[in-house]
Structure formats: C-alpha cells, structure tokens
C-alpha cells in the first residue's frame, strides 16, 4: 500500500468510525450514486483517450521511437538525461528474459553482439515476438489475471482436467497476434458471437477460473458467488476499476454505487459452467478415450456391483441427496421442470454437475453407520459395509485414470435460453436481502451509454453487448489498462502504479500523455499485442544501462523517470526455466495436458501423514521423465498445493485475480536453490554441459559457465575468486570421502571426454552450483 493509498484508508477507515455504520449506505440508499462529495468533473481515467504530439526535447538524437520523446520530455524537465546503451551482450539477456521468460543461449548472444547490419536490434525483436516461446511468456502474464488453476481449490480441490485447453487458447492467441479487442470478446462472449467455433468456447474459460467447492450445499449463494467473482475479474482485469468495493456499498472512492455494480453483474446473471462438451477428436482426445477404456474394463465389475447396491434404494437415495441443500436450493431441485424460472434452470443444472454415484452412497452411509435406532437400517448397514469394501477394490485401480486430460471442454455459456435470472441490488451484498430489480448497465461514471441488447434463441446476449463496449476504440479504459500492464512488465512499475486500479484510490499515471500515446496507437494498430511489444523492445528508454547512478538518484530516488534501466529480480517461473535451460533439460513442448514434475521428497512426506493417499490422489507424478522438465507454465497448478520452487519466488495465487508479482527476499529462497534435490541435479547437468562445450582448461570451463548463465566473461577477480573456492572446495570433498562415508557428485551428462579426478569433478559441480545461487542470476539488468 503506498502513502496516498494508505492515507485514504485511514479517512475512510475514521470517517465509518464516525457515522457507526461499516456497511456503507443504508438499505434505503443501496441502490444511490455514490456521494456528490466527490465532485462532478470526471475522473482523468474516465475521460476520453486523447492522440497526444509528440513532444518536442533538444537531444533528438536519443529518440528512435515516439515513446522516448515523451520519456526524454520529462527527463529533461528535471535536468536529467538518459543512461547510455547497456551492452548488447546484458541487452539480449534482458530482452530474451522479458520476452520469452528463459536466458538465451551463447550462440544467440554471440549472434546479436557480431550482428554489424543496421537492423540488429529489429531483427533480435521480430525474432523473439515470431516464436512460440513469446506466447508462453504473455500467456503465464494472462493467466495470472485470469486467476488460472488446474483444481478448483477448496477442501476437496478436484482437478480440472479440461483446463490445460484455456491455457493453451492464450498462448495461442498472442502467438497469432489474435487483436486483443478479439481476445477480449471471445473470452466473455464467445459462446454467442461465434458459437460454431471451439476455441472461441474455450475462451469462455476465462470466466470459469473461479475456485469453487463442489460440496456447497447452498446452489443460490454458489450462483451469487460465482457471478460476483467474474464481475469482480472483468472489472480489475479489463477495466482497471475495484468494482468489488460496490458490492456492499457505494464505492468509497470513484462514483460507482451498489446499483453500478448490480446492473454490471447482471450481464453475467444467466452463465452457467458446462463442463461436458465432447471436443474434436485428436491425438490427446484418442489417447484420454483409449486410456479411459482400459479403466473402465479394469473395473466394470466393481461398478456394476456397486450400482446393483445404489439400484436397490436410488430413489430414496437421490431423495435424500438432494434434501441436504439448503431451503431455497430445495425450492428449485423440487420444482417440476415445466415450471423452472432461469434461476431455477441454474440450480438444477448445478446439481446435476455435482452429483454422481458416490452422492448415492451417502445414504447408504447414513443408514448404516447412524447409532440412532429409528435411522439405522441393519439390512442397509450390510450394503453399505459392501459398498466401502468396493470403494477400497475401486480405488486400485486410480492410476489407470488419465492423469491430466479428458476429451471434453470447459466453458461457460447460457445453457441454451435466452431468460435471464432477475438481478437486484443486495443490502450489504447480502444475496438473501434484495431491494430492487436492476437490468444490465454500464457504469455511469464512466459512460451514458446504453447497452444494446439483442437475445439470441440460445442465449440473453447481454454479453455480446458489453464485450462491445469494452472492446470500442472510444472505452476510455480497456486499451490504458492493457499497455500499462506491458509497460509494467517491461519496466517493472506501470505508468500507472496501480495496474488494476485505475480509480481515485489508484495512483495518477506518472506520464499521462505517455500512456495515452500507447493507447491510441494500440487501438489505431488494430489492438495488436506484437506491435506494442516491438515499439518497447526498440525504444532508446528500454536499451538504456541498468549501472547506478548519484545524480540520478538524488533527483529521482524512485527512478519514476526511467533515467536509469531498472532492474528486476526473475519471476518464480523465469527462475526454474531458466535453470533447466543452462542445464541443457529444458524440453521445448508447447502446449498439452499439464504435467506433474517430482516434488520433494518432504513435501510427500508430511502430506502422507495426513492423507494415505496423497501420492496417489493430490499429486501423480508425471510416469514420462521428458514432463518434469517442461516449462514452469505447463506445471499442474493445484490450488492447495504450490509446486515449492516456484512459491518459494512468489508464484501467482491463483485464488483470485494476481495484478502483479510480490518481489520478497527471504532466507526460504537462498534454501530452496541450495538445497533443493532437483536444482543440484540441474546443477550437476550445467557442469556436464560446461565440460562438454568447453576446453580442456578450467578457466575455459569457468568462462563457459558465465557465458551460459549470465550472456558475459568473467572478470579477473571472479575468474580469481572461482579457482580458489574449487581448490578449496577439493580439499574439503577429499577429506569427507577419505573416511569412505561421503558420495561424491560428478558432472552429469558427459559425452566423449574424461571426467578425470572424481573429486576435482566433485568439486567442479559444487563451484557451478554456487555460481548458478549467485544474485546475478535471478537478476535481470
């Protein structure tokens, strides 16, 4: 929280003191505009995008894209000037990182730094943003904000095993350029603007990322909770705006009142998720059904003996499951069909999700375990104590079970009606206490506009009609909030500080004619992703030397007006990938199933104290060796269980919508790449590679080393330091291995070169351990 932000909570923090009322207005008032107290001039992030000049500096030379003009403009107001170039060598390093999220290779970086031609840096741009591995780095950046998972949290956290066909939709999408006015509209409408194609009802994916608890036995509140979690996404994510602070009361801050809010949620009212639409047959789809058979012969005699018990009490047992709801979920689950409203269609739709022949059990489990003599059934106790035993013979047989794919898709549509649910505003958000019915709107504060809403015979079409806003050129949000979310990751602090916050709470963007500069021309290029990139990755402020500075910070101590390259520690997932490439393990896959690399082994084992089945249940590990080297982004992103390396380095929670990384230093961090089983391992494999690249000498194998891990030679005092800490460290092996009581580690993957003194080896792998822990490499410069 910065000062102004925190400034503002204790306002409002004392300002609720005072009235003695924390749900903000009063039922009566819910459904007002938020206070006139705020003034009626519009908020600069709700006015118009404007087509700024380009400003005029005296030092044009500097300038070989528009945006440095408008950098260079602010510069020179404070008496600074820009860093000279950094060097190609930290440049392609840099760039390769931010692009594609992985270092790039020696022969890469010696291939740009003797690069002569005129066009060396444009070459190295269209060449980062042509490959696949561009998609992977802006997907990992999406899914971020889409709040991606392949579980869906919650006590249970049930897999999601449709999931990976989302993700692989959004690296798809930037790898194609998709015009992100079209990425936007397939993701909240693309079941209604194109409902033949698959991957536009993939999309649709986006809004069914929300965790969820299948065991909820209120469906109304579950609906509400859904809906309320995709408004609330829409709204940070596309609009920039902390909608959610509506829902209980008018906005404390920007001019959006409970009604704003209602009525924006109402366009989302009749979505459902379906998870159990057949997806075109391929190889993946062919394999899942071939697997899936050899399950379903392994047991279709337990099933069937499990199904002649259920037969037996089905209808008493469907009776009593669905009488566990609560009442106003019952009011719908036994309503006649003929007489289901839009809400009622939802709950049922939702129940039929959810329940399976296990649900049937628990009646069985009721009658036979209750020590009430008027509930337990003796005859039923018997079946029940059947019922266990084939549950336990089932449960062998799990590993047949595809792990990580089915051959259906995930999406969220309208269930085929075009009849919405009634919206309302809620006191204090409280779904059981309704005041008045809204229709859908946009925020007022933003737009006088009204929707245009055309149902279709399948669905309301209230979300054609938004997403037509949203992705209009003349939306004063969409298009700010996305190129500020670019310049954040390439800068590490957005023009607007606030990413997601482009309120009265947030803070004022520090270029203004900057960022609507990018905006415009975003919009003007046709909403391409690439071309936005390209222009950042060629601008003079962008190639500038990260080297500290005085002058620089005594003027601009947070570096706000870029003087100086800033520097950026690596994400969790740029960490480990960039691990596996110098180790030479990284397998280069796009896309598929997502897959389950090995945990350590203290993981397994303190899950295993609490749950036998923990191995086999929360966490299979990938049976293919080639899957535990994939990208970090193709890990299984289980809710309850972060893959450690990469929590470790503040990895994305993917409870809700994640704006920005956390950058923290703790000592959890120095312990994970020290000791960490896996990352010797890798460290093991660099040496193997260095040995096997390099010459015969060992400060050949040191210079390799740093060309691989930091794009650079070493200098004379590292080269210094290095040959001292393996003599060193050779003695302290050939002490512990005297006593014949201590495993020596050599270099991993040697081809056609001797190893020569185990020990000196030994000692080789523990220097390339040390330098791969080094700061330098989890740094960008």
Not at 159 to 172: A, F
Not at 605 to 613: D, K, L, S
Request: proline residues 6%; charged residues 30%; hydrophobic residues 35%.
């Amino acid at each position: 929280m910065n000062k102004k932000q925190l400034t503002i909570a204790i306002a409002w923090a004392l300002s609720l003191a005072m009235v003695g009322e924390a749900g903000g207005a009063d039922e009566k008032s819910a459904g007002d505009a938020a206070p006139a107290a705020q003034g009626k001039a519009k908020l600069w992030s709700y006015q118009p995008v404007k087509s700024p000049a380009i400003p005029a500096v005296r030092h044009q030379d500097w300038v070989r894209t528009p945006i440095d003009a408008f950098i260079l403009a602010k510069q020179e107001e404070k008496g600074l000037t820009p860093s000279p170039d950094t060097d190609r060598a930290a440049f392609i390093r840099r760039a390769t990182l931010d692009v594609w999220g992985i270092i790039p290779s020696p022969e890469e970086v010696d291939a740009f730094v003797n690069d002569e031609s005129e066009n060396a840096y444009e070459k190295l741009a269209d060449r980062l943003l042509a490959s696949p591995k561009y998609g992977e780095r802006q997907g990992r950046k999406w899914l971020d904000l889409a709040r991606y998972a392949d579980s869906t949290g919650f006590q249970n956290d049930n897999d999601r095993l449709n999931n990976w066909r989302y993700r692989d939709y959004v690296i798809n999408s930037f790898n194609q350029d998709k015009p992100y006015s079209r990425f936007i509209q397939e993701q909240l409408a693309g079941d209604e603007l194109w409902p033949g194609d698959e991957q536009a009802l993939i999309a649709t994916g986006f809004m069914a990322q929300f965790p969820d608890n299948s065991n909820s036995r209120d469906l109304v509140q579950r609906k509400y909770q859904i809906t309320t979690d995709i408004t609330d996404t829409v709204g940070k994510v596309v609009l920039g705006q902390t909608l959610e602070c509506a829902r209980c009361h008018n906005h404390k801050f920007d001019k959006i009142s409970q009604k704003d809010y209602f009525s924006f949620q109402s366009f989302f009212a009749n979505v459902a998720p379906v998870d159990n639409i057949p997806a075109k047959k391929g190889p993946i789809e062919v394999a899942y059904d071939q697997q899936y058979a050899k399950w379903q012969e392994a047991t279709k005699d337990i099933r069937a003996k499990q199904k002649a018990i259920i037969d037996t009490h089905r209808e008493e047992a469907l009776k009593y499951h669905k009488e566990r709801y609560l009442t106003d979920s019952r009011d719908a689950i036994f309503k006649p069909k003929e007489k289901w409203t839009a809400q009622d269609r939802w709950v049922n739709h939702r129940l039929a999700n959810v329940t399976n022949e296990a649900s049937m059990q628990s009646y069985f489990q009721e009658k036979g375990e209750s020590t009430d003599a008027k509930t337990r059934d003796p005859k039923i106790a018997e079946q029940w104590a059947e019922l266990e035993k084939l549950n336990k013979e089932l449960r062998k047989f799990d590993d047949l079970k595809p792990a990580t794919f089915s051959n259906e898709i995930s999406a969220m549509t309208e269930l085929g009606h075009p009849d919405a649910p009634p919206s309302f505003v809620f006191a204090v958000g409280d779904h059981e206490k309704p005041l008045e019915e809204v229709q859908p709107a946009f925020p007022a504060a933003i737009t006088d506009e009204k929707p245009d809403i055309k149902p279709l015979p399948f669905s309301s079409g209230r979300r054609s009609a938004l997403v037509k806003w949203i992705t209009s050129p003349t939306n004063p949000l969409t298009a700010r909030v996305y190129v500020n979310r670019v310049w954040d990751q390439y800068f590490g602090k957005g023009i607007v500080a606030t990413v997601s916050d482009f309120g009265k709470a947030g803070e004022k963007p520090i270029n203004p004619e900057l960022l609507d500069y990018l905006a415009d021309k975003f919009v003007k290029d046709g909403w391409s992703v690439k071309k936005l990139h390209r222009e950042i990755l060629l601008s003079s402020v962008y190639r500038q030397s990260s080297n500290y500075r005085e002058d620089v910070h005594q003027a601009d101590a947070e570096n706000q007006l870029l003087a100086v390259f800033p520097r950026q520690r690596l994400e969790a997932e740029q960490v480990r990938d960039s691990l596996l490439v110098a180790s030479g393990k990284l397998e280069d896959k796009v896309g598929g199933p997502s897959v389950y690399p090995p945990l350590p082994s203290a993981i397994n084992t303190n899950y295993g104290v609490n749950n036998a089945n923990f191995n086999d249940k929360m966490w299979r590990t990938s049976k293919d060796e080639k899957d535990h080297n994939r990208r970090s982004l193709y890990v299984f992103t289980r809710r309850s269980i972060p893959y450690p390396i990469l929590d470790s380095f503040n990895m994305a929670s993917p409870q809700e919508a994640h704006s920005k990384r956390e950058v923290t230093t703790t000592p959890l961090q120095a312990l994970t790449l020290y000791n960490s089983e896996l990352i010797f391992d890798w460290s093991k494999s660099l040496a193997g590679r260095v040995i096997n690249e390099a010459g015969e000498s060992e400060e050949e194998r040191i210079a390799r080393l740093y060309q691989i891990l930091f794009a650079r030679q070493p200098n004379d005092q590292e080269k210094e330091e290095l040959q001292a800490f393996l003599n060193e460290q050779e003695g302290v092996i050939r002490a512990k291995a005297a006593n014949g009581k201590f495993e020596v580690n050599v270099p991993a993957g040697v081809k056609d070169k001797p190893i020569g003194d185990p020990v000196r080896a030994a000692a080789f792998v523990d220097l390339v351990h040390v330098v791969a822990n080094s700061n330098e490499f989890i740094y960008r410069f």
